[in-house]
């Protein structure tokens, strides 16, 4: 059973940085989309940014400019960098990818178990 394991989580002070990190848990055949999720307390779980398997990325509105999606492809992970934080980004950051384990098979849709990013004032 394939995994997403994330890190690099915490807390950190609003003007911060934190990077996180998602790996697959084992060798799969390819990745397609990935993706960053978060969700506040009592909120939906809303996309925070995407990139294709080609690098085309996209951002929500209230983090562009500040936070960068990134994948390695070797490595079979996808990063999130995370600048000039603010307390409204509390949240726990989910990753999300399309994975498919073998050549002919579909792509099957995975998450990560979420990591928890908080951000004092």
């Known amino acids: 059973q394939v995994q997403l394991v994330e890190s690099g989580g915490g807390l950190v002070q609003a003007g911060g940085s934190l990077r996180l990190s998602c790996a697959a848990s084992?060798?799969?055949?390819?990745?397609?989309?990935m993706a960053w999720y978060r969700q506040a307390p009592g909120k939906q779980r809303d996309l925070v940014a995407s990139?294709?398997?080609?690098?085309?990325?996209n951002y929500a509105d209230s983090v562009k400019g500040r936070f960068t999606i990134s994948r390695d492809n070797t490595k079979n992970t996808v990063y999130l960098q995370m600048n000039s934080l603010k307390p409204e980004d509390t949240a726990v950051y989910y990753c999300?990818?399309?994975?498919?384990?073998?050549?002919?098979?579909?792509?099957?849709?995975?998450w990560g178990q979420g990591t928890q990013v908080t951000v004092s004032s």
């Open positions: 084992r060798s799969i055949f390819s990745i397609n989309g």
């Open positions: 999300y990818a399309e994975l498919r384990t073998y050549s002919s098979g579909p792509y099957f849709p995975y």
């Open positions: 990139i294709t398997s080609g690098g085309a990325t």
